[in-house]
């Protein structure tokens, strides 16, 4: 960066005709990938000032968007997304041709699924290459939102080169890796507050485009980070590896409190205000799922096998998650027997989080279908993951979706609080008890008040919280520590809304 800017961020204020401070030209965009990053990205570049082309492959994906509909859950993103179509700085479209024409840096934010031996999948990404090598009509510079491999920008730029030699030009290209840090359910502040931006590439005037796209979102303390393209690839994975390393030894703790009469909550408390640790990512729970933890560990180990590098803590990570999914089920079969024919088990939550309706991986799900197998009668609910877990598990037999909490609980034998959707905890005690059949809460997220709970006669049993009912609650992080809470689902673009504040804060 050249020095520090001046007001950071404060004079962001969103709206249909809102533009950031001149610090930057409107500069013309295309996104290929209409998913939750290449949606994300498109809208708050937009929003940004410039002008944008969003590409996807599924047309009636592209219509739906056409139509202000999103394909997906994501706090603030919808009302966005509507706002820059307004405005005239996004459209979307199903042309790659179109995207290439319109764009002078194009960004790929497409999926790359887990393949059968665990490596990232990169068909769509290697499909988006050809395409760009077939359409471009001059120098353009690529851009790589896509989590991938180590090595993938320069099979990238390989792939491109060959569709244009095949119509015989030699256009100057550019390629960087600028790898998203966004998180489900917050993704529209993770894009616009940024922790920090990365970006890797041999260009330097790649870098230093990437770097004044992102001028109105940085400063000091959201410093831009300029390296090569090879440690920005594996920056992203390094990252989610990392997060996943904390959530499992957390979870390990935990299992250790509940043997040694502790309560990880309390632990949690003492952790996180050690400087040296930080108090994010230190909650303890039923493991982690989603479209990037497992997804990301999963090829890291694969690309350290194809090296013939032994990974022992990464393959900790993975058996100790695993252990942690399957936990929930065995809890249940300590209670109810391992045959659970007869039996009903309500689950409250579907999605591998709250704030969003993905269920990829999510352990959920994986409890689901452990305890239909086992005979049960399941009775679930998720405030938005519904229709996607429907269409994730199938007609299952023995499987009841319901349309609200407290229904899912109608004669359950157990209660099992999989996903810490807030609204949960907020429900009265006594309208669980006089639903439950049983006694028992199982509670995978250390999310319901078990001393409310016991008041009313009933069972909570936490995760590392043998204790936990005869302690004091452990105080609330305050947002500047912990921003896990969204905002809400309003955009905010009046002015003055306490939003500005938010995000220039």
């Known amino acids: 960066m050249n020095g520090p800017m001046q007001g950071p961020t404060q004079d962001l204020e969103p709206g249909p005709q809102a533009r950031p401070p001149d610090r930057t030209a409107p500069r013309r965009l295309a996104v290929f990938g209409a998913g939750y990053v290449g949606l994300v990205t498109a809208a708050c570049l937009a929003w940004l000032g410039h002008e944008l082309v969003c590409v996807d492959s599924q047309p009636e994906r592209v219509r739906q968007l056409r139509r202000g509909g999103l394909p997906f ?3 603030m993103l919808g009302e966005l997304v509507q706002e820059q179509m307004r405005a005239g700085r996004l459209r979307f479209s199903s042309s790659a041709e179109e ?10 934010a497409v999926g790359t699924p887990t393949a059968a031996d665990g490596a990232a999948e990169l068909a769509q990404v290697m499909q988006v290459a050809d395409a760009i090598g077939r359409h471009m009509p001059g120098p353009r510079q690529v851009v790589m939102k896509s989590t991938v491999p180590v090595g993938t920008g320069e099979r990238v730029r390989q792939r491109i080169r060959e569709q244009l030699a095949l119509r015989g030009v030699s256009w100057p290209l550019g390629i960087a890796s600028n790898p998203e840090f966004l998180r489900e359910g917050l993704a529209v502040q993770d894009f616009l507050r940024p922790e920090r931006v990365v970006a890797g590439s041999d260009d330097a005037g790649l870098l230093e ?4 796209l992102h001028a109105p979102l940085l400063s000091d303390r959201r410093p831009f980070l300029a390296m090569d393209l090879r440690s920005a690839e594996l920056c992203k994975y390094a990252a989610n590896v990392m997060l996943a390393a904390r959530l499992s030894l957390m979870n390990e703790l935990a299992l250790l409190a509940e043997g040694l009469g502790a309560d990880i909550e309390q632990v949690r408390e003492g952790l996180g205000r050690d400087p040296r ?17 497992p997804k990301d560990l999963r090829a890291l180990r694969h690309s350290a096998a194809a090296l013939g590098q032994a990974t022992p803590m990464l393959d900790a990570i993975a058996a100790s998650n695993e252990r942690m999914v399957g936990l929930l089920e065995t809890r249940v079969c300590e209670a109810l027997g391992e045959l659970l024919d007869g039996r009903r088990i309500a689950v409250w939550g579907l999605a591998f989080k709250p704030h969003t309706d993905d269920v990829r991986e999510s352990p959920a799900l994986a409890l689901v279908r452990a305890l239909l197998a086992r005979g049960a009668q399941v009775q679930a609910y998720d405030p938005m993951a519904g229709p996607a877990a429907r269409e994730a598990l199938g007609e299952l037999p023995g499987l009841h979706l319901a349309g609200s909490a407290l229904e899912a609980l109608q004669q359950a034998d157990v209660l099992v609080l999989v996903t810490d959707w807030p609204q949960f905890a907020e429900l009265p005690a006594e309208a669980l008890r006089d639903r439950l059949r049983g006694t028992l809460v199982l509670d995978g997220r250390n999310a319901l008040d078990g001393a409310r709970l016991a008041a009313v006669g009933l069972q ?10 005869a302690l004091p609650p452990v105080q609330a992080w305050p947002l500047t520590q912990d921003r896990s809470t969204p905002l809400g689902t309003a955009w905010p673009h009046r002015p003055g809304h306490a939003g500005a504040a938010w995000l220039a804060s």
């Open 73 to 75: 859950h994501e706090p």
């Open 99 to 108: 995207a290439v024409a319109h764009g002078e840096l194009l960004f790929i």
């Open 209 to 212: 485009a990437l770097r004044a």
């Open 277 to 293: 640790i930080g108090a994010q990512f230190l909650r303890a729970g039923c493991g982690f799922g989603g479209s990037c933890l």
């Open 460 to 469: 909570h049993r936490g995760i590392g919280r043998a204790t936990a009912q």
